[in-house]
């Protein structure tokens, strides 16, 4: 049952080496080399030898007695023990991720070896490919070219530069003390992700001062969570009604549960996009397709670190700023800004799922009655530049202007509500907005800008988001 799923079939090269609390999440794997199997073992059988051997006078049947007596020894001096062990480790690997400086020389993967995480995640397909160079990390993708298919053609899957390695991790490394306009991976980033997180690094990079480095650093990360988050919402939207029941029930679920964050008295937070994507883990485990990318987005074991560890490190620098703890001096901010940038890049190449599920924003679709399709025109919401590419399509179904959609290769998904290009009364302009929060029972969504975090209410979003699965109460879209 909780066997790690990242086992030999996975790694085959990693079957030798000791994975900690890989077996019943208190042994380590391979049983044999873990000294508190042998003393569960060992008190079990000295308890079996002894008991039926000693004189004293018992009213139970001598092998009830002995298998109490087993049970009693192997629970107390065995199984106890060695789950004070694995709480041990999990409170050590905590601590380890907590502390920022401690993940900055020590590879990235450490402290992530226990099984605890691993072991929560159901068994998912093996994901991984053959090892790449890291040099794919450099490359740049062309802009996609105009196209009148019903739906952007699929081409051969891209080079999966994603693939973490230790050497990944030792060129990221070495990259981390290049300046950060330098940096591939962002440029990359800039070039292919859907338009607010490649805004975002853009203005990372331009960033002139190590102070308003650290700023636009922990911006980033907090735009990356919620780009992905409301890419997977608005995917698992799609598959309602779509498929089997079981996937409904479960994309119901997760949908249920960001309404309800959404609809709690503080909104959605960095926290809540970040533990949100987390609890997908075993969905994307059991249908990889209904988010392509996101198995491996969020696969960690000990040899590699997860979306979310990575998301979650840069949210606990955040929090240590919004607390108080910001950087006092120019030389503290570019240390700090050395020490999380390397979870930055480590995260994009993570969510490199974006890049494949690209964002429109739709201007007019109209419907073609000699071929009874939708002629549609939208903008390509991809890539750090505010002019956004003008893009034509031939859909068999009509959609809505001036909203938001991801395009996938079955034709496009809405992002509404979780994106919305609202007109924001700061900065008199439209602007890419996120849902952050709506009352439960009546009134307008609170959305904030990605680019600048001014705050813009909408009423129809207020009533999308509350028909939104409800979960609790059953109800379906
Ligand atoms: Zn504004």
């Given at each position: 049952m909780t066997e790690n799923p990242e086992g030999s079939a996975v790694h085959p090269t990693a079957s030798r080496a000791k994975r900690r609390n890989a077996v019943l999440a208190l042994y380590d794997s391979p049983v044999y080399r873990d000294w508190a199997f042998w003393m569960t073992v060992g008190w079990g059988l000295m308890t079996a030898v002894s008991i039926p051997g000693s004189d004293q006078p018992n009213s139970l049947p001598v092998w009830l007695d002995t298998l109490l007596a087993v049970l009693t020894f192997v629970t107390l001096f065995?199984?106890?023990?060695?789950?004070?062990?694995?709480?041990?480790?999990?409170?050590?690997?905590r601590r380890k991720e907590r502390s920022p400086r401690s993940?900055?020389?020590?590879?990235?993967?450490?402290?992530?070896?226990?099984?605890p995480a691993s072991a929560q995640r159901?068994?998912?397909?093996?994901?991984?490919?053959?090892?790449?160079s890291s040099s794919e990390a450099s490359q740049?993708?062309?802009?996609?070219?105009?196209?009148?298919?019903?739906?952007q053609p699929r081409v051969a899957p891209r080079p999966q530069r994603v693939q973490e390695s230790l050497q990944d991790d030792t060129d990221l490394a070495k990259a981390g003390t290049q300046p950060l306009s330098s940096?591939?991976?962002?440029?990359?980033?800039?070039?292919?992700?859907p338009h607010p997180v490649a805004r975002a690094i853009r203005t990372l990079q331009q960033a002139n001062t190590s102070k308003e480095q650290y700023e636009a650093l922990l911006d980033a990360a907090e735009i990356l969570a919620i780009s992905a988050s409301v890419t997977a919402a608005a995917l698992l939207q799609r598959k309602i009604g779509g498929s089997a029941v079981q996937t409904d029930e479960s994309n119901e679920r997760s949908l249920s549960m960001l309404r309800s964050s959404l609809l709690a008295g503080g909104g959605a937070t960095f926290g809540t996009w970040t533990n949100w994507l987390g609890s997908l883990r075993p969905l994307a485990a059991s249908h990889p397709d209904v988010v392509p990318g996101l198995p491996n987005a969020l696969h960690s074991d000990g040899r590699t670190t997860g979306l979310i560890d990575h998301l979650n490190t840069l949210r606990t620098e955040r929090n240590r700023a919004a607390h108080g703890d910001r950087p006092q001096s120019a030389g503290e901010s570019s240390l700090r800004v050395e020490e999380i940038r390397p979870h930055l890049e480590h995260a994009l190449m993570k969510a490199e799922f974006l890049t494949q599920s690209p964002w429109l924003l739709t201007v007019s679709c109209s419907y073609q009655p000699r071929t009874q399709t939708f002629d549609v025109v939208a903008h390509n919401a991809m890539g750090d530049h505010p002019d956004f590419e003008r893009r034509e399509f031939s859909w068999t179904s009509p959609v809505a202007n001036d909203v938001f959609y991801v395009l996938t290769s079955e034709g496009p998904v809405t992002l509404s509500p979780f994106v919305a290009s609202l007109f924001c009364p700061q900065c008199q302009q439209m602007e890419v907005c996120?849902?952050?929060?709506?009352?439960?029972?009546?009134?307008?969504?609170?959305?904030?800008?990605?680019?600048?975090?001014?705050?813009?209410?909408?009423?129809?979003?207020?009533?999308?988001?509350?028909?939104?699965?409800?979960?609790?109460?059953?109800?379906?879209r």
């Open positions: 065995g199984v106890i023990p060695s789950w004070l062990r694995l709480l041990l480790r999990r409170w050590l690997g993940s900055v020389g020590a590879p990235l993967t450490a402290g992530h070896g226990t099984a159901p068994a998912s397909p093996a994901v991984l490919s053959p090892p790449q740049r993708r062309p802009p996609p070219p105009e196209t009148h298919s019903p739906h940096s591939a991976v962002m440029s990359d980033a800039r070039n292919t992700m996120y849902a952050a929060q709506a009352d439960k029972k009546t009134g307008p969504a609170i959305l904030k800008s990605f680019a600048r975090g001014h705050t813009v209410h909408s009423a129809d979003l207020g009533d999308e988001i509350r028909s939104l699965p409800d979960h609790r109460r059953g109800t379906t």
